[in-house]
Nanobody
Framework: QVQLVESGGGLVQAGGSLRLSCAASTRTFSGYVMGWFRQAPGKEREFVAAISRNGDLTKYADSVKERFTISRDNAKNQVYLQMNSLKPEDTASYYC????????????????WGQGTQVTVSS
């Protein structure tokens, strides 16, 4: 069982930055691919970014490329999402997830989820 707790969300103006963190309670954190997803009201949950087990591979949704950066610290059991140049359309609840497959961008491909942290970008 993996417990994930996100933090770092909040209200920011368009063009601003936020850094989300996700703390994992597991002894095998480095054995999991980590991902970030987001869900806006009335919309389906969508893939944002993923990072491989040792952090050497990352991938992003087209909508956040060049603006968001995912990283991880296996020694601290943490994964991060640095979000720059935020836009109102980035407003959503952001979820951290742990899974076993780097290739999938579908939420069904992840086994464990946090409760989410709200990001609101004002125009």
């Amino acid at each position: 069982q993996v417990q994930l707790v996100e933090s770092g969300g909040g209200l920011v103006q368009a063009g601003g930055s936020l850094r989300l963190s996700c703390a994992a309670s597991t002894r095998t954190f480095s054995g999991y691919v980590m991902g970030w997803f987001r869900q806006a009201p009335g919309k389906e949950r969508e893939f944002v970014a993923a990072i491989s087990r040792n952090g050497d591979l990352t991938k992003y949704a087209d909508s956040v490329k060049e603006r968001f950066t995912i990283s991880r610290d296996n020694a601290k059991n943490q994964v991060y999402l640095q979000m720059n140049s935020l836009k109102p359309e980035d407003t959503a609840s952001y979820y951290c997830a742990a899974g076993l497959s780097y290739t999938t961008t579908k939420s069904a491909g992840y086994n464990y989820w946090g409760q989410g942290t709200q990001v609101t970008v004002s125009s």
